[in-house]
């Protein structure tokens, strides 16, 4: 068995960038969604694509598509590049080829590949939990991904929003963030509000227990 690789887990910005898919099955149209909801554009290449990808296609302005196998042109202007065709000469050209041009590039179910991994992602916008094996199981980090699924509340990206409102506000009031206790007011009472609901009771209690006046 080889040795697994230490990775470094990064959240990226692929906000407005050119990002390219290569290939059109199920597990690229996961890919093709995964980047939309990351605001990306996305570029297809494929002579064949799902139905499900197909309508984003043909609704979706930020995704566009090459009906034709894969070549090494299609990586132009590219920031980022998944290949999911299932086919492993196609996944290692396109590696190469990503390699040489200093892309990011992930093959799926090929970590030979990659150099980056796709990990399973639970949302809760703007909060996401990220689920890495480093490419040793898929399955078992989406095992992993249903676990939290079920015990992260959904509440939780309205939190870190208050949460985010709060330290703007004291930045502007030209008050400094660093040093406050922030890991002592973010505990199990704090997110029993947010689940109630007592949103103007979370900013109070945070307020207070920084120190600053609302």
């Known amino acids: 068995m080889a040795e697994a690789v230490s990775v470094l887990p990064i959240a990226l910005k692929v906000d407005g960038r050119h990002c ?12 093709v969604r995964d980047l ?11 002579p064949r694509v799902t139905g499900e990808l197909s309508d984003l296609i043909t609704k979706d302005n930020r995704v566009t598509w090459r009906n034709r196998e894969y070549e090494p042109a299609d ?3 590219a920031a980022l590049v998944v290949t999911a065709t299932a086919r492993r ?22 970590p030979e ?11 809760r916008d703007p909060v996401v939990v990220a689920v890495s094996t480093a490419g040793t199981s898929p ?13 992260l509340e959904e509440e939780l990206g309205k939190l870190a929003e208050v949460l985010g409102d709060i330290r703007d506000e004291l930045h502007a009031r030209k008050i400094s963030t660093e040093q406050l206790p922030w890991s002592d007011i973010i505990n199990d009472e704090l997110i029993q ?3 109630r609901g007592e949103w103007n009771m979370v900013r109070s209690r945070v307020m207070c227990a920084l120190g600053v006046a609302p």
């Open 193 to 195: 509000s947010a689940k």
């Open 89 to 110: 000469a196609v996944d290692a050209a396109v590696y190469a080829d990503a390699q040489q041009r200093g892309l990011l590039v992930n093959s799926a179910d090929d």
């Open 75 to 77: 990586l132009d202007g």
């Open 20 to 31: 390219v898919v290569v290939g059109g099955g199920p597990i690229a149209t996961r890919k």
């Open 113 to 123: 590949n990659c150099n980056f991994y796709l990990m399973a992602l639970v949302r």
């Open 36 to 46: 939309l909801h990351a605001n990306a554009r996305v570029h297809v290449v494929s």
């Open 139 to 151: 399955a078992l980090a989406a095992y992993l991904k249903r676990r939290l699924e079920s015990d």
